[in-house]
């Protein structure tokens, strides 16, 4: 049996990876000139069931409606002329009532603990460096009050098998004295001692190689034009600007363009791009860089340690297809990681990056087929998708092998 799978992010990658272990000959068509060149190369490369709290809370419409006059919001609604922003702007206000947000983020955590387990054990078969970090992640909070509320969040995913840590403000530099000089500023946070961190890209590009060692095929630089239907019974074709593939069983995993490749087949995708920025900064010869990776509760800024390197990661921002970015976009969370970690890294050397995430209103996956009848989605992972990514990979081969999925589909499968 042959599968194309559509994409060459961590979600494609790991897909044909899983495809492969069962025997399957796969190909992946990516248009960039190396896989894991978008999404998974800048994001915040935190595997993190503890961070599994979907953004479609009860919060979240103030937070985007105070976006409108407000320039720092983590959050931010940009008025746009696409009518699909509002087409999902209205399904994702849908889900934002307390209901729908706690059965959302325990199907999401359940998704997340299980991806972590597949990753755990593609890591112990594969020997795969990724610079990886098995510390935990620290969430910590900047007052007595938002930690006390923090923590009682928090017993949503403790009550769903989360292992987590409370500690006070010496608890925390503790757990990482590159946070001794902002002492004062922190109340004190929660660790998930489970989470983890690596890099997606390092991961991906890797597991890539893996792939074509047992005879896998990956066509980069590879741009797909169109897909080609017998009537409603499936897939033939996949059209590219490098000529045609044809396979038994088909993958769309594009992320954040999906849907616009779906709409031409007519299948329609509660998917819409939303815009992250992240900086990749060397650690040089800086005494006192992060060793554990963090969230700045209050400012929504992330923290990852990669070897040499650290990742700042921030914002999420409706603005279309747009990655355009400039240094004042990223002033402020340098600002914040400099105010935590002075010492952390070369600040001046930074590198800027914009890019998207492919979130679907529930922050929610789609899995499974739509209409036709060889054609499988493995997309809209939205800001967890190199933590999601491992597991999603095992669901999709075991639905294109006719097989039950070890963990329970029920709120997951359409």
């Not at 991906?204 to 990956?218: C, D, H, M, N, Q």
């Not at 990661?313 to 914040?336: I, L, N, Q, R, W």
Request: hydrophobic share 40%.
């Amino acid at each position: 049996m042959r599968v194309i799978v559509l994409g060459g992010g961590v979600v494609g990658v790991t897909t044909a990876y899983q495809l492969q272990r069962d025997g399957l000959e796969v190909v992946i068509l990516e248009r960039r000139s190396e896989v894991a060149a978008e999404t998974s190369w800048g994001n915040a490369g935190m595997i993190a069931p503890g961070h599994s709290f979907v953004w479609s809370s009860p919060k979240a419409p103030m937070i985007l409606l105070k976006s409108l006059v407000l320039k720092d919001q983590a959050l931010r609604f940009k008025l746009s002329a696409d009518p699909r922003l509002y087409s999902w702007s209205w399904l994702f206000l849908m889900e934002c009532t307390a209901e729908k947000a706690r059965r959302n983020t325990l199907l999401k955590h359940r998704l997340a603990a299980y991806s972590q387990c597949v990753l755990h054990e593609v890591v112990a078969e594969e020997q795969i460096d990724y610079d990886r970090n098995d510390r935990g992640i620290l969430y910590f909070h900047r007052s007595q009050q938002a930690l006390d509320q923090g923590v009682e969040h928090m017993k949503l995913l403790e009550s769903d098998g989360q292992e987590i840590r409370v500690l006070d403000r010496d608890g925390v530099v503790a757990l990482d004295p590159s946070l001794a000089s902002a002492r004062e500023k922190i109340a004190g946070g929660i660790h998930c001692p489970t989470d983890e961190t690596g890099d997606p890209a390092k991961f991906t590009r890797a597991l890539a190689a893996k792939v074509v060692e047992r005879g896998g095929e990956i066509r980069t630089g590879t741009t797909i034009t169109g897909i080609e239907t017998s009537g409603g019974d499936g897939v033939t074709l996949v059209l590219t600007d490098k000529g045609n593939f044809k396979g038994d069983a088909y993958v769309l995993a594009l992320g954040s363009y999906s849907p616009l490749i779906a709409r031409t087949i007519g299948i329609g995708l509660p998917i819409y791009p939303i815009k992250g920025y992240s900086l990749t900064i060397p650690v040089g010869n800086r005494p006192h860089p992060p060793t554990i990776a963090s969230v700045d509760e209050h400012n929504l800024v992330a923290v990852s340690r990669f070897g040499d390197r650290i990742r700042v990661t921030a914002t999420a921002e409706f603005a279309g297809y747009d990655t355009s970015h400039k240094p004042a976009d990223f002033a402020f969370m340098k600002g914040v990681t400099r105010e935590l970690y002075p010492e952390g890294a070369d600040y001046d050397r930074a590198e800027m990056w914009a890019g998207l995430r492919p979130m679907t209103p529930n922050n929610l996956p789609e899995f499974g087929r739509r209409r036709l009848g060889n054609l499988y989605l493995n997309t809209g992972h939205g800001h967890i998708g190199w933590t999601m990514s491992h597991g999603s990979a095992r669901i999709t081969a075991d639905l294109i092998a006719g097989r039950r999925p070890t963990i329970s589909m029920d709120g997951l499968l359409n």
